[in-house]
């Protein structure tokens, strides 16, 4: 029953935007911890922004921080990560992900087995 599914991937210039969605469905969505990950080829997966669903607390990797910004809309159950000045780093495929608890600490960020649930992944490709 649960479900996570991203959408608004595709391919920009450096210095460009993109708004990443993951629609949310079978779980409390306004009491959990929720995150964006990504991986590149050849590459682990790595934390990219986490929020508290019911308290709007964010973290963010210190690579991306400035640039996205996490955020929540509880009434579509949908969590977004909205990605400015984009670069050809940042190339790789974008995961959403919810926490089997429903708290969060930064340290998330590179523990990834504290997220149960995942989305098949939006590609995300930075050209320079």
């Known amino acids: 029953q649960v479900q996570l599914e991203e959408s608004g991937g595709g391919s920009v210039q450096a210095g460009g935007s993109l708004r990443l969605s993951c629609a949310a469905s079978?779980?409390?969505?306004?009491?959990?911890?929720m995150g964006w990950f990504r991986q590149a080829p050849g590459k682990g997966r790595e934390g990219v922004a986490i929020?508290?669903?019911?308290?709007?607390?964010?973290y963010y990797t210190t690579s991306v921080s400035g640039r996205f910004t996490i955020s929540q809309d509880n009434a579509k159950n949908t969590v977004y990560l909205q990605m400015n000045g984009l670069k050809p780093d940042d190339t790789a495929m974008y995961y959403c992900a919810a926490a089997r608890q429903t708290y969060c600490i930064s340290s998330y960020l590179s523990r990834s087995g504290v997220f149960g649930y995942w989305g098949q992944g939006t590609q995300v490709t930075v050209s320079s």
């Open positions: 929020i508290n669903t019911g308290g709007s607390a964010t």
């Open positions: 079978g779980f409390t969505f306004s009491t959990n911890c």
